[in-house]
């Protein structure tokens, strides 16, 4: 009796190890909640994003709910009613939102809801505050983002050997940033990284940066104001496609042709500033990264089957891809919708493809799958 009553307890421990392997084997669909910074349909990054992630929802067979906020302040009030009914929402993907995301955070602890953050990379200042996922919140179980310094380093370089081969400036080449906003982690990241490629130039000199809270109009005001300033400036970094269309406004109207006597250039992949890259109007545009919401579900679900991405770290940063005119072809592929359900976001899982050593969340990756489809 007493064998069996052993036997009945060794039984029951053993099965309750098993219990999450088996529930995230069920057909039950993971249930995610998005919660977008924006409810403007149109926005030409975030409309991208999510679509985007809603296909690679289909494809992983996730649920996925979106929400969406007014504004910053609005995203974490949204954010706070998304997980009023815990049993309600698996995992919450949030943009993090500077000290706004640590109340999120805290609450996201309390409520008992995994959260996965989002888009920018988090300041020194903020990091001593929350740390990094799953250390001081359990429930904090990631953070994707763009390796943002990069893109602004590779768009710097760019313009700059783009203005020597065309011999704008006779020699000393003059240059302006425009930079997003000042309390944005990839405005700051890119705009370091841009002034410092300058900085290393000997032939290069950085008349102004200035500020735009990520405005195309305020891009164009200040554009119109710089160029009687610094009227030898030429060469005009933007931290985002809306930001160098603004300022490439303001060149024509004053006379200039951006890709012949003057260079513009942006990040984003959006439509326009492709478009911009095709005409010539841009010289280039640094982008990819409205993938991301696609590849945090990809780690979502390989958290919910077991196979947790925290091996190879609980913050993952990815790169972005330049396009010029010599390469846009190549690219074009990723950005048609049509071709968005030929992908098979489930070969980016470890849970389906167990060779896979390290994510490869590059659009290089996507164009590959699609050229072998």
């Known amino acids: 009796m007493r064998f069996v009553l052993v036997f009945a307890i060794v039984c029951a421990v053993v099965c309750s190890w098993q219990l999450p392997v088996l529930a995230a084997e069920t057909d039950e669909p993971i249930r995610v909640t998005m919660v977008s910074p924006t409810c ?54 949030h943009v993090y939102l500077a000290a706004s995301s640590c109340d999120l955070l805290e609450a996201a602890e309390r409520k008992g809801v995994n959260i996965f953050t989002v888009n920018t990379g988090i300041m020194a200042s903020e990091r001593d505050v929350v740390g990094y996922p799953r250390e001081k919140y359990e429930h904090w179980i990631g953070h994707l983002h763009p390796d943002d310094a990069e893109a602004g380093k590779l768009l710097a370089q760019k313009l700059l050997d783009r203005a020597r081969a065309l011999k704008i400036g006779r020699g000393e080449l003059h240059v302006i940033g425009i930079g997003g906003g000042r309390d944005s982690a990839a405005s700051v990241d890119r705009g370091k990284a841009f002034q410092q490629v300058v900085k290393d130039a000997p032939d290069a000199d950085l008349s102004q940066y200035v500020l735009t809270d990520w405005d195309s109009d305020v891009a164009y005001k200040k554009t119109c104001g710089l160029l009687v300033r610094h009227h030898k400036a030429r060469v005009y970094w933007a931290a985002s496609d809306a930001l160098a269309l603004g300022a490439a406004k303001a060149l024509q109207e004053a006379g200039l042709e951006p890709g012949k006597d003057s260079l513009v250039g942006g990040l984003d992949w959006t439509h326009a500033g492709l478009d911009a890259v095709r005409n010539g109007t841009l010289e280039a545009s640094v982008g990819g990264h409205f993938m991301e919401g696609a590849w945090v579900l990809a780690l979502i679900y390989d958290h919910y089957h077991g196979k947790d991405f925290s091996t190879q770290g609980t913050t993952q940063e990815f790169h972005m891809q330049l396009v010029d005119r010599s390469n846009l072809e190549t690219y074009l592929p990723v950005l048609n919708h049509t071709n968005w359900k030929r992908i098979d976001f489930k070969q980016f899982t470890r849970t389906h493809n167990p060779r896979l050593k390290r994510y490869d969340f590059s659009p290089d990756a996507v164009v590959r799958q699609l050229a072998r489809r």
């Open 40 to 93: 403007d349909n149109k926005h030409p990054f975030w409309s991208e994003y999510l679509d985007f992630m809603n296909a690679a929802a289909d494809s992983l067979g996730i649920e996925l709910t979106l929400v969406c906020a007014g504004d910053r302040i609005d995203a974490v009030n949204v954010a706070r009613k998304a997980m009023a009914d815990p049993g309600a929402i698996d995992y919450l993907v």
